[in-house]
């Protein structure tokens, strides 16, 4: 079978890559990535010279190069992932987010369709999306796979858009489409204006970690190669037509995560507890700021035995050092563009 994962280059991608890679040799994998300021080839390091694996450089809004590509490499399957994905940058830029994630799936299901030919036999297309289309909860409930959708940032609006499009060509086109909808995913190769990875990079260089509003927001953690093993099942054994919730089970209030998070780094630097702590700074709200997200997975777990492998507690010791491990990555993707981004981002706030 060849697969082609797109925005394999960047955090989530890239795990779905090196899963794919490693554990289908029988696979032709084909990651196709523009590399935006958030793709990155050495998070593939490992996996580059494997013999199923192929990088294509390519931008999923120029629908003439998908075309050519889908002719040359007939690819079988698409695990569709490239996106902005950053909520900030979609309020302060909500363009590129339309292009990207509105018009670059359309591009992608209008290939495979065309490419396809109408005989859809072994083929699929699977969207990757996210909670933040069903918008923002009270202190109650759970979204679910039939939650009414209320997209409430230009981000969310576009992946709601995206999962829209993709359900309209499976009922109007019969092209096989599967998706998911995933809760905040946390780990290694996450890049740093996201919570988790920003905190640790201000925690670690003794600068202010700075938490919107009064930190009382909620969000749903998980570890981003429980989400890579969940895209495998529901890739493999998912049903055609079907939307699957993904979710860690896990939720926390900001303002709670990032004091555990202080306490864990000071125990990896050796500080003394208490000491990260003071860091935290608490600064303007994020405009539209979503209250809760809580995902109810039950249709996954139940239906295709899927579950979290590794708890919260483990997963961000594991993630805190991987970061203290690959300073050189950090130091990376920090330097340059990212210095003029940090400021616009916070020197407001
Ligand atoms: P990311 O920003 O880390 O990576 C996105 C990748 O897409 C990058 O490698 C980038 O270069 C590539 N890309 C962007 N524009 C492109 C274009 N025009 N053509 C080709 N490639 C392009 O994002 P992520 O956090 O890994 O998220 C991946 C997907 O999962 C997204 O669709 C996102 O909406 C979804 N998702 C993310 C989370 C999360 O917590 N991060 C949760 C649920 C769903
Ligand atoms: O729920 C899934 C979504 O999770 C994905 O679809 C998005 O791609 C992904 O970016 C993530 O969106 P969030 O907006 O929830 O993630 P972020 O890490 O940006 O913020 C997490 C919470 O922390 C949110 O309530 C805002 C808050 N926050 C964020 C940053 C960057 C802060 O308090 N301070 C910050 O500096």
Known sequence: MKILITG??????????RLFVNKYPNYQ???????????????????????NYTFLRGDITDKAYLEHMFADYKFDAIIHLAAESHVDRSISGPMA???TNVIGTVNLLEACRCAWGGDYYGKLFYHVSTDEVYGSLGEEGLFTESTAYDPRSPYSASKAASDHFVRAWFHTY????????CSNNYGPNH??????PLAIHSIKSGKPVPVYGKGENVRDWLYVEDHARAIDVIFHRGRVGDTYNVGGVNEWRNI????????VMDERLGRENGTSRKLITFVKDRAGHDARYAIDSSKLMQGLGWEPSVTFEQGLRKTVDW?????????????GAYQQYYSEQYSTR
Request: include cysteine.
């Open 256 to 263: 709670d995560l990032i004091e555990l998070l202080c306490d």
């Open 97 to 99: 987010f339309v292009q």
């Open 8 to 17: 394999g280059a960047g955090f989530i991608g890239s795990h779905v890559v």
């Open 174 to 181: 019969g092209l096989p489409v599967k998706l998911s909808n």
């Open 323 to 335: 970061y203290l491990q690959n300073e050189q990555w950090l130091e990376n993707v920090t330097s």
């Open 29 to 51: 994998i084909y990651n196709l990535d523009i590399l935006t300021y958030a793709g990155n080839l050495q998070n593939l390091k490992d996996i580059e010279d494997k013999g």
């Open 191 to 196: 890049f740093p204006e996201k919570l988790i």
